[in-house]
């Protein structure tokens, strides 16, 4: 009798144990169901130039297509594809030049077929709001008063490249770069002047438009090499629809608006 009574209390106790897991099983189907599905989100790595105006795009992109979170990434472009390359979430590449992007296609990071040019920059020398110095030349920074001149660093930000190429043509490329301090990105290069860190410094046009209380432009500078921005699909996306829909929001005419709110060009 008592091995019998075991016996069936286990069975009563194993019979209830798995009603118990069903009717959590059932449950946890339930809440589930109520649970709204989790919004896409899209990676969006972008050179530091267009900070502003692609939080703007993103934040536009998202309204018009419920249920996307755009996840913006801002850096220097150089920095960006590596990361894209060593395997970094992204599911669209934006960069600040070519370089960069033609690098992003020979390590096969983005899809080829879908690169796009999407604006144009210009890169200008800036001085601090309250500078007397007068600058109208670039053979002006060879002055004794002028010590500091905030520079990117050309193997690894395109403003940095641009800049070389346009003091190269100068012949002043040297000169300049004995006084460099050079930065990381273009955005670090706008900090250096609006602090008063250096004398001047080299960025794009649209960055020196972010801070016009700080800032002031002393040289717009000319240049044979057109500053281009590409854009592509990345080849690790798993959302090369949504991705290429918001390469063709950027491209739209209310896309290339809020870009030229922002100083950029058409390419």
Same mark, same amino acid.
């Given at each position: 009798?008592?091995?019998q009574?075991?016996?069936?209390?286990?069975?009563?106790?194993?019979?209830?144990?798995?009603?118990?897991?069903? *009717?959590?099983?059932?449950?946890?189907?339930?809440?589930?169901a109520?649970?709204? %599905?989790?919004?896409?989100?899209?990676? $969006?790595?972008?050179?530091?130039?267009?900070?502003? %105006?692609?939080?703007?795009?993103?934040?536009?992109?998202?309204?018009? @297509?419920?249920?996307?979170? $755009?996840?913006?990434?801002?850096?220097?472009? +150089?920095?960006?594809?590596?990361?894209?390359?060593?395997? #970094?979430? =992204? !599911?669209?590449?934006?960069?600040a030049?070519?370089?960069?992007? +033609?690098?992003?296609?020979?390590?096969? %990071?983005?899809?080829?077929?879908?690169?796009?040019?999407?604006?144009? @920059?210009?890169?200008?020398?800036? $001085?601090?709001?309250?500078?007397?110095?007068?600058?109208?030349?670039?053979?002006?920074?060879?002055?004794?008063n002028?010590?500091?001149? #905030?520079?990117g660093?050309?193997?690894? $930000?395109?403003?940095?490249?641009?800049?070389?190429?346009?003091l190269e043509?100068?012949?002043?490329?040297? #000169?300049?770069?004995?006084?460099?301090?050079? %930065?990381?990105?273009?955005?670090?290069?706008? +900090?250096?002047?609006?602090?008063? /860190?250096?004398?001047?410094?080299?960025?794009? =046009?649209? !960055?020196? =438009?972010?801070?016009?209380?700080k800032?002031?432009?002393?040289?717009?500078?000319?240049? +044979?090499?057109p500053?281009? *921005?590409?854009? =592509?699909?990345?080849?690790?996306?798993?959302?090369?629809?949504?991705?290429?829909?918001?390469?063709?929001?950027?491209?739209?005419? /209310?896309?290339q608006?809020?870009?030229?709110?922002?100083?950029?060009?058409?390419?």
């Open positions: 009798m008592p091995a009574f075991t016996s069936r209390s286990a069975t009563r106790s194993l019979r209830r144990f798995y009603l118990t897991v069903a *009717y959590g099983a059932v449950l946890s189907a339930m809440t589930l109520t649970v709204p %599905a989790q919004a896409a989100d899209l990676v $969006v790595s972008a050179a530091a130039s267009l900070t502003n %105006a692609f939080k703007d795009l993103g934040s536009a992109f998202e309204q018009r @297509n419920p249920g996307v979170k $755009v996840i913006n990434n801002f850096g220097a472009s +150089d920095i960006l594809m590596q990361q894209i390359v060593r395997g #970094a979430p =992204a !599911d669209v590449f934006a960069s030049d070519q370089t960069a992007m +033609d690098k992003a296609v020979a390590a096969k %990071a983005v899809q080829t077929a879908t690169r796009q040019n999407f604006a144009a @920059n210009q890169i200008v020398l800036i $001085v601090p709001h309250d500078s007397t110095l007068a600058l109208t030349a670039l053979k002006d920074l060879t002055q004794s002028v010590k500091r001149v #905030a520079l660093n050309p193997s690894s $930000v395109p403003f940095g490249r641009y800049t070389q190429t346009a043509q100068a012949g002043l490329w040297q #000169a300049v770069l004995a006084k460099g301090v050079l %930065a990381q990105n273009v955005r670090q290069s706008l +900090d250096y002047v609006a602090r008063g /860190e250096v004398e001047a410094g080299f960025v794009f =046009a649209t !960055d020196a =438009a972010v801070m016009p209380d800032v002031k432009v002393a040289i717009r500078i000319p240049s +044979d090499q500053a281009t *921005y590409p854009i =592509a699909v990345t080849a690790t996306t798993t959302q090369t629809e949504l991705a290429k829909k918001y390469i063709a929001y950027v491209q739209s005419p /209310e896309g608006a809020t870009l030229a709110r922002y100083g950029f060009l058409k390419p």
